[in-house]
């Protein structure tokens, strides 16, 4: 008997050790949000201002790439303004345009990265509000 509960005790332990480095493989991200939250002006069909308000989030995958983004907060800020002012209404209203935005700012901040640090960090960029006024 006590060799059978020892065999089962064996067997819980290398199960369990298994789950464990099982869970180490995966990455376990970091999210970053620019705060505060991004607003600048576009303009509109009738040559009138329209603002565009967004709340960024990075996906981020270690601590090293937070400490980057934290070092180049301000040249990222700026280089999604200048994108963001840059599109049409038509561009920012349409559901397609928002997804082709957000994947722009994604490869143009990851290529800002490179050329600042010499690595893009942005696993993914998400938008978690997205206002046209």
């Avoid at 006590?2 to 789950?19: G, P, V």
């Avoid at 840059?86 to 050329?115: A, Y």
Wanted: hydrophobic letters at 40%; charged letters at 20%.
């Amino acid at each position: 008997m006590k060799k059978l509960l020892w065999l089962l005790c064996i067997i819980t332990a290398s199960l369990s050790s298994a789950a464990v480095s099982a869970n180490n493989d995966k990455p376990v991200y970091i999210y970053f949000g620019l705060e505060p939250d991004i607003i600048t002006n576009y303009v509109s069909e009738t040559n009138k201002i329209g603002f565009i308000s967004v709340s960024v989030e990075f996906m981020l995958a270690n601590k090293k790439s937070l400490d980057v983004i934290e070092k180049h907060e301000p040249l990222i800020r700026d280089k999604i303004i200048s994108l963001l002012g840059q599109q049409s209404p038509q561009h920012l209203r349409s559901l397609t345009g928002r997804e082709e935005i957000r994947l722009l700012i994604q490869n143009e901040v990851n290529s800002l990265l490179q050329q600042e640090s010499g690595k893009g960090v942005i696993e993914n960029l998400l938008f978690t509000k997205y206002l046209l006024m």
